[in-house]
T-cell receptor, first 110, second 115 residues
Framework: DAKTTQPPSMDCAEGRAANLPCNHS???????VYWYRQIHSQGPQYIIH???NNETNEMASLIITEDRKSSTLILPHATLRDTAVYYC???????????FGTGTRLKVLA | DTGVSQNPRHKITKRGQNVTFRCDPI?????LYWYRQTLGQGPEFLTY????????KSRLLSDRFSAERPKGSFSTLEIQRTEQGDSAMYLC?????????????FGPGTRLLVL
C-alpha cells in the first residue's frame, strides 16, 4: 500500500516560513500528492496538490523532488491561525483509497 | 452554507445499540467518501461512492458497518451492535473533479462515543 511519513511535530515562529516535509517513496508514477490540514477537531481542509512540478497557490507552495519520493509544504509567512495538523496524502494506485498517515502537528509561536 | 454537512455532530450511545449518521455533500458533487478518525490518528478510509454506486470498501468496514447513497445525493453510515472500539470521529467528504485531481471537501464530522 502507499504510505506517507511525516515528522510528528514542528514549531515555527510567527511570520517565518514553515517547511513541512513528507516522505512518500512508494507513490506510483501518475498519482498526485495532496496536502490537507486539520484545525482542532474540524474536518480536514484542502491546501494544495501536485504531480511533478512545484506548485503555488494563495495558501502555500509545494516542492516535489525530482524522483517524487518526497515533498515539502511551505507556508511562507506562518500565522498563529496556521497552527494545525498537516497531512500529506497519496492515493493507492488502482483504488479509490486515500492514505492520510499521522500528520505533522505544527505549532506557530508568537 | 453550501459546504458538506453531517448530522448529528455528536452521538453518545450504549454498547450494542445501532446508530446512523447522515452526510449531505456539496450539491453538484457526485463522489462521496467516508472516513473514520481516532484520537491522535489521521483519517482512515472507509468507503467510496460514485453517484449511488458503492465502488470501494475498506477492510476496516466490518459486517456491522453499512453505507448507502440511495439517490446519489445524501449518504448514510450505519453501525449495528456498536462496540466501544467504534468510538471515533466519522468524517464525510465529497468531490466532483476527475479522480486524479480529487480535491475532497470535508464535513465537520460526527463524533461517536460508545459507553
Amino acid at each position: 500500500d502507499a504510505k506517507t511519513t511525516q515528522p510528528p511535530s514542528m514549531d515555527c515562529a510567527e511570520g517565518r516560513a514553515a517547511n513541512l516535509p513528507c516522505n512518500h517513496s512508494t507513490i506510483s508514477g501518475n498519482e498526485y500528492v495532496y496536502w490537507y490540514r486539520q484545525i482542532h477537531s474540524q474536518g480536514p481542509q484542502y491546501i494544495i496538490h501536485g504531480l511533478k512540478n512545484n506548485e503555488t497557490n494563495e495558501m502555500a507552495s509545494l516542492i516535489i523532488t525530482e524522483d517524487r519520493k518526497s515533498s515539502t509544504l511551505i507556508l511562507p509567512h506562518a500565522t498563529l491561525r496556521d497552527t494545525a495538523v498537516y497531512y500529506c496524502i497519496v492515493r493507492v494506485a488502482g483504488t479509490y483509497k486515500y492514505i492520510f498517515g499521522t500528520g505533522t502537528r505544527l505549532k506557530v509561536l508568537a | 452554507d453550501t459546504g458538506v454537512s453531517q448530522n448529528p455532530r455528536h452521538k453518545i450511545t450504549k454498547r450494542g445499540q445501532n446508530v446512523t449518521f447522515r452526510c449531505d455533500p456539496i450539491s453538484e458533487h457526485n463522489r462521496l467518501y467516508w472516513y473514520r478518525q481516532t484520537l491522535g490518528q489521521g483519517p482512515e478510509f472507509l468507503t467510496y461512492f460514485q453517484n449511488e454506486a458503492q465502488l470501494e470498501k475498506s477492510r476496516l468496514l466490518s459486517d456491522r458497518f453499512s453505507a448507502e447513497r440511495p439517490k446519489g445525493s445524501f449518504s448514510t453510515l450505519e453501525i449495528q451492535r456498536t462496540e466501544q472500539g467504534d468510538s471515533a470521529m466519522y468524517l464525510c467528504a465529497s468531490t466532483i473533479v476527475p479522480l486524479a485531481l480529487g480535491t475532497q471537501y470535508f464535513g465537520p464530522g460526527t463524533r461517536l462515543l460508545v459507553l
